[in-house]
Structures are given as C-alpha cells and as structure tokens.
C-alpha cells in the first residue's frame, strides 16, 4: 500500500515513481507497495529488498540484482535481459499479465542458486540463462522457454536444478542438460524435450504425456509414478531407467510387443 496526502493506495494505483525517487529508496534497502513505471531504470539493487511492488515495462536489463529479493511483486511486460540475479529470491511474484498475454524476458540472465517460490513465469522467456541449482518451486511456467539454458557448474559439467510440483506444460527445455535434476511431481505435457539431458534425474510423479522427446536421454531417470502416452525407445535413450511395472509395458507397446 501507499499514502498519498493521507489517502493509503494500493501499489498498482499510486503513482509512479520518478528515477531519483527510486534510487534513493533502493539505496535505503527496502521498497514497499511502489508502482514503478517504464520511465524508471533499475541498474544497482544488489541485496535490496521489494514487497508489495508493481513493475510496469521497468527496463532491470543488465542491472546488478544479486541478492535481491521479492516479496509479492508484480513484473508487467518487464525486461531482465541480461541481468545478474545470483542468490535471487521470488516470493509469490506475478511475471504474467493476463490482460496483454505477455511474459517477461530473462533472456541471458545469470539465475545461478536463484529461488522462484509459487510464481507465475508463464511464458516467460529464460534463453540461453545461467543457472546452476536454479529452484522453481510450486510455480505456474507453461509456455516458459528455457530452451538452451545453462544449468551446469562449469563447461556443461555437475548439472544442478529444482522444478518442484510446477506446471511446465508446454515448456521449451530443449537442448538442456538437466542430468540429475529434481523435477518431482512437475507438470510437463506438450513440452518440448528434444536433445535433452535427463540421465539420473528424479521425474517420480510427473505428467509426461505428449512429450516431443527425440533425441533425449532418459538413463537410471526415475519415472515411477509418472505418466507418459508417447516415450519411444527408439528415439529416447531409456537405459536403466526406473519405473512401475505397467509403465514398462508401455514402453513395450510402444516397441510393438503385446503381453497377454
């Protein structure tokens, strides 16, 4: 909320700020319940701390944003481009406007240990980020591209991430390595796996089903409890791979072997 002349606003209906407003408040380490507008810049907020703010096509491109944190914020058609969010926290933050059906752009970003906590990313765009033990918890990412997303420590070596309980349904995670990822319970229909890393990783309870997966590898993976309509053999690598019973006689379906 917001005072103005003693009348409280909410944040989405108070007035916008001006740039040197903005920064002082960043300077001071905490902004509560703001709307800040596309006239606004932010470039140095590492370690600050939003609650209860709106961000309307803000430009956050390439701005240095390690540490930050926010708390039930709302990104309208904002552009973190390039920005550096290390050690990052998302708290119940919005990153999708219904009304214009537009994400928000992380393209390039440094998202390495970033924590998203019951988001919504929908459509966002996350290509070609770094993020090493990234976490998405709980949150909604349909539509999301990760496509060519670097979750490796160093030189597509130790993969590291956490997509918990999230809707990924018609994601772009192609061409990922996510060897080793915990992906449980995740929401993964229609998404797009091509050429992509999931050897060792723990997809236990995840719907699956039209999956495009050509090319992907899926050894010593945990699918048990999963579902699936459409893991072919012979375009995936499934070797070794955990699952339930009546799950390997899909996969055998799938080979055109009938057991009666």
Not at 11 to 38: C, F, M, Y
Not at 59 to 72: C, E, P, Q, V, Y
Not at 116 to 140: G, H, M, N, P
């Amino acid at each position: 909320m917001s005072v103005v002349r003693g009348v409280t606003l909410p944040a989405s209906k108070a007035p916008e700020l001006t740039q040197a407003d903005l920064d002082r408040r960043i300077a001071a380490g905490a902004t509560t319940a703001l709307h800040v507008g596309a006239t606004c810049r932010v470039t140095d907020a590492e370690g600050a701390r939003f609650t209860d703010c709106v961000f309307e096509r803000t430009s956050f491109k390439h701005a240095n944003l390690a540490g930050a944190r926010f708390s039930n914020c709302t990104f309208k058609d904002v552009s973190l481009r390039s920005a550096d969010l290390t050690d990052s926290v998302f708290d119940h933050c919005e990153f999708y406007d219904v009304d214009s059906d537009t994400g928000c752009d992380f393209s390039y970003a440094d998202l390495r240990r970033a924590r998203f906590d019951r988001c919504d990313v929908t459509t966002a765009k996350f290509e070609r980020i770094r993020a090493w033990s990234i976490e998405l918890v709980a949150c909604q990412a349909s539509g999301a591209d990760f496509s060519a997303a670097d979750f490796t420590l160093d030189r597509g070596n130790l993969p590291s991430a956490t997509f918990e309980q999230c809707n990924l349904a018609y994601a772009d995670l192609s061409a990922t390595n996510l060897a080793g990822a915990k992906l449980t319970g995740s929401r993964l229909v229609h998404a797009m796996l091509v050429g992509t890393r999931l050897d060792g990783a723990d997809l236990s309870g995840c719907a699956l089903d039209n999956i495009e997966a050509k090319g992907a590898t899926f050894t010593a993976t945990d699918l048990r409890g999963a579902s699936f309509n459409n893991l072919d053999p012979r375009v995936t690598d499934l070797s070794d791979a955990r699952m339930n019973p009546e799950q390997g006689l899909l996969i055998l379906a799938a080979l055109g072997i009938r057991i009666d």
